[in-house]
């Protein structure tokens, strides 16, 4: 296991512990324990140089092919720190992507952590895992855009702990303006259904202004 590998399998642990801690009645020892740990832990992690995210400069030439179709070799993230499907990122959803033709899927199954109301998972939950499945589209459509409006109707309650689908992609373009739509699905239910305007940038003025 390399390091980017091992990070990943550290930032899984911490995820699946923080639904377990929300789910599950701990006692004040175990409470303790758990005290004492990551008191020590937080230092140790605190005492590490700090990392800085950056776009290498031919990240977004190769963007495309970052979105495999479905099957197509091992499941796939936008990038590892990614809040929704980062598998480095112990905060974050842990969804998978992968695109249908010019459609983009991600497929998230969200834990006790994100419960809303009870039994459901909250709202802004679901408003960034379609946010996210927008961003995708432009990946496949190898376009730099910043959303603008995001528009969102939610249908049914959206279950915890069972597999989501959300599913985007383009409806039309007017010169900078990018107009989407998509869908989130739990099995045959739809939970929500949403439009989206995102703006277009020009991609070299935007690798410029993250690499200066």
């Given at each position: 296991?390399?390091?980017?590998?091992?990070?990943?399998?550290?930032?899984?642990?911490?995820?699946?512990?923080?639904?377990?801690?929300?789910?599950?009645?701990?006692?004040?020892?175990?409470?303790?324990?758990?005290?004492?740990?990551?008191?020590?832990?937080?230092?140790?992690?605190?005492?590490?140089?700090?990392?800085?995210?950056?776009?290498?400069?031919?990240?977004?030439?190769?963007?495309?092919?970052?979105?495999?179709?479905?099957?197509?070799?091992?499941?796939?993230?936008?990038?590892?720190?990614?809040?929704?499907?980062?598998?480095?990122?112990?905060?974050?959803?842990?969804?998978?992507?992968?695109?249908?033709g010019e459609h983009a899927i991600m497929?998230?199954?969200?834990?006790?952590a994100f419960e809303g109301a009870p039994?459901?998972?909250?709202?802004?939950?679901?408003?960034?895992?379609?946010?996210?499945?927008?961003?995708?589209?432009?990946?496949?459509?190898?376009?730099?855009?910043?959303?603008?409006?995001?528009?969102i109707t939610y249908l049914a309650p959206?279950?915890?702990?069972?597999?989501?689908?959300?599913?985007?992609?383009?409806?039309?373009?007017?010169?900078?303006?990018?107009?989407?739509?998509?869908?989130?699905?739990?099995?045959?239910?739809?939970?929500?259904?949403?439009?989206?305007?995102?703006?277009?940038?020009?991609?070299?003025?935007?690798?410029?202004?993250?690499?200066?």
């Amino acid at each position: 296991m390399n390091s980017d590998e091992l990070r990943s399998f550290v930032a899984g642990l911490m995820r699946e512990l923080g639904h377990e801690f929300v789910a599950r009645d701990l006692n004040d020892e175990t409470l303790q324990q758990m005290a004492a740990l990551y008191t020590q832990l937080l230092a140790d992690v605190k005492a590490s140089p700090e990392r800085s995210r950056s776009m290498p400069s031919d990240s977004f030439s190769s963007f495309k092919m970052s979105v495999p179709e479905h099957g197509e070799g091992e499941k796939r993230q936008l990038f590892a720190d990614s809040i929704i499907s980062g598998s480095a990122n112990p905060m974050g959803l842990g969804a998978w992507l992968w695109r249908d033709g010019e459609h983009a899927i991600m497929e998230a199954v969200l834990g006790k952590a994100f419960e809303g109301a009870p039994q459901r998972a909250h709202g802004g939950i679901v408003a960034a895992l379609i946010d996210e499945t927008m961003g995708l589209v432009l990946a496949i459509h190898q376009a730099l855009a910043f959303t603008v409006q995001l528009n969102i109707t939610y249908l049914a309650p959206t279950p915890i702990n069972e597999t989501l689908l959300a599913r985007s992609w383009l409806e039309r373009r007017e010169g900078r303006k990018l107009f989407m739509r998509a869908e989130v699905t739990a099995g045959e239910t739809t939970i929500a259904e949403a439009t989206s305007l995102f703006i277009e940038v020009d991609p070299a003025r935007f690798l410029a202004r993250q690499e200066s």
